[in-house]
């Protein structure tokens, strides 16, 4: 084989461009006979009918109780233990959850509609039909299919109420099992207040500590009044000796009765019933007969740090497990009336209607893309006939050469 015959058997790109001149008649053609059948095929296609439902995103709620409340005011970052995704995320889960869709299809008919034999296959269809999720703006985007328009409409529309309803139950359901929990804690901590209120009147009624605050008082008032009373008396009898009075002058002796029983007084201010009285005085004898023990509203001066440091002690049970009723009392009211609340909890920002203008079959975008495609496999076609036939050229002139 010479130079000439191995030159004949390449391509260059003039032999491609006159291959593609050669067979302008069959892409052409190609391509327009495609262009039409795509035409003509997207003309027998049924129109499908988009309704959009736009829903504004749920809020969050701090929900809890007391102790979880405060705990969420505190100037830290929160935690969602348990919980990823946001309020919408859980709308948009609850929208495409098959129990919503299994809802669809037995009140719109669809397995009729979509031919389908099986409640499942008719729950894939009503899915490759509705399209669910989050725009950019944060909303939430329900779009149905449907060849009526009206009907595209409802279903989208109904898809909110299926919505609604489910959030309503679970939300019943959920305020239900946390009243039922509330009420069986109320019944235990109100016992526990029950107990924290004998302690404390039981106290109360064994030290006589009515108001610790205004006894204390008063006794100190007392003590010092009755200490100055006692001091005056002492000054006046020491003028009255110094004055020449003997100590067995009347007046000498009715001071002394009177410091004596100040005296005996204030001991009996300081140490209360355990107070070491003279049984021989007149004021000893009448304070151990009971006179002033049994209606004594004073409490010891010694015993009343001892008794306030009690007494703090049982009232500041008392206090928590008040302020524990007080707040089961609150989320048990809350509960209630969550537990039969029946109020929306959606946000509809654009109701679905039915649309005018059909969203399938797009025709000009099949026509487009079916010409597109013509086009490229009949110019692919006629170049791999150019090199096919140029390798065939080739493998004849190597053949005949070695023969």
Known sequence: MNRTDTDRTRIDVLDLIAALIAGRRLIIGGTLAVCIAAAGLSLVLEEEYQAVVQLLPPKEQKQGFGFADLLSELPIPSLRLGEKGTPADIFVAILQSPTLRQQMVSYFSLMEKYETDSLEDAIDALANHTEIGKSEQGTIMISVLARDPQLAANMANQYVLYLDSTNIRLSQETAGARFKFISRLEAQEESKLETELGRLQSFQEEHNAISIEDQARATIRAASEMQSA??????????????????????????????????????????????????????????LEGLFLDENLFLPLRRIPEVAHSYQNIEKDVLVQAALM?????????????????????????VARAPEKPARPRRLLMVFIAGVLSLFSSIVYVLGSVYVGALRDRWQAEFAGRN
Request: aromatic residues 2%; without cysteine; glycine residues 4%.
């Open 230 to 287: 006692a001091m005056e008396l002492v000054i006046k009898r020491r003028s009255l000796l110094l004055s020449g009075f003997s100590a067995i002058h009347p007046d000498v002796l009715r001071l002394e009765k009177e410091l004596l029983m100040r005296q005996e007084a204030l001991v009996f201010i300081r140490d209360g019933s355990e107070a070491q009285l003279s049984p021989h005085s007149a004021t000893g004898q009448a304070l």
């Open 326 to 350: 007080k707040m089961l009392l609150e989320q048990k009211a809350e509960a209630l009336i969550e537990k039969d609340n029946a109020t929306s909890t959606i946000q509809v920002l654009d």
